[in-house]
């Protein structure tokens, strides 16, 4: 079975900084991309960016571009994304997300999703 | 970036209707390469992350129930649910997957009456 298990969420002032992991199982985790996602307290999907399957490739969100960096470590299955200068408009549920390529390279699994609070 | 539009934002009907949830992008997501539309829908139910149903505009993920069906090339896209159940209750997004950086619509709320 597919799991992604995020964590590393919490409380972080603005202009502070937060690493999140997921650990990925029930899979081989580096043929995958992956991607991160957020979801804003009110509601909405927000794409932050993906990363390649050996970690050599990177896309970003142009909102997020030179504050987050996306990257990986194969051999402990582990996805991570590293948050700086963070803003109250950061705060959000991040996900980590599996990019199927037998559909259609989207995500077809998705973490359960951690906390992000940015605020004074 | 491409703009996604969903409508209408919330719905409310009795199980066993049909419902049509419509997503519109600002440009095509039709590829001339392949001929494939590059839009994915998504179900959130209350308290859980997102999951993919349909991709493609049109291809149900495996274990989906046949009365999702995605429809629609170019701008204009459609997820219709038949029959609705109870557990149908949720909020459902459209992905345009077809260029970067990938964008989402606002949502759709279904409720159940």
């Known amino acids: 079975e597919v799991q992604l298990v995020e964590s590393g969420g919490s409380l972080v002032q603005p202009g502070g900084s937060l690493k999140l992991s997921c650990v990925a199982s029930g899979y081989t985790f580096s043929n995958y991309w992956m991607d991160w996602v957020r979801q804003t307290p009110g509601k909405s999907l927000e794409w932050i960016g993906e990363i390649n399957t050996d970690g050599s490739k990177t896309n970003y969100a142009p909102s997020i571009k030179d504050r987050f960096t996306i990257s990986r470590d194969n051999a402990k299955s582990t996805l991570y994304l590293q948050m700086s200068n963070v803003k109250s408009d950061d705060t959000a549920i991040y996900y980590c997300?599996?990019?199927?390529?037998?559909?259609?390279?989207?995500?077809?699994?998705w973490g359960q999703g951690v906390m992000v609070t940015v605020s004074s | 970036d491409i703009v996604m539009t969903q409508s209408p934002s919330s719905l409310a009907v009795s199980a066993g209707e049909t419902v049509t949830i419509n997503c519109k992008s600002s440009q095509s997501l039709l590829s001339s390469g392949n001929q494939k539309n590059y839009l994915a829908w998504y179900q959130q139910k209350p308290g859980q992350s997102p999951k993919l149903l349909i991709y493609l505009a049109s291809t149900r993920e495996s274990g989906v129930p046949d009365r999702f069906i995605g429809s629609g090339s170019g701008t204009d896209f459609t997820l219709t649910i038949s029959s609705v159940q109870a557990e149908d209750l949720a909020d459902y997004y459209c992905?345009?997957?077809?260029?970067?950086?990938?964008?989402f619509g606002s949502g759709t709320k279904l409720e159940i009456k």
């Open positions: 992905q345009q997957h077809y260029s970067y950086p990938l964008t």
């Open positions: 997300t599996r990019i199927g390529y037998n559909s259609g390279y989207v995500g077809d699994y």
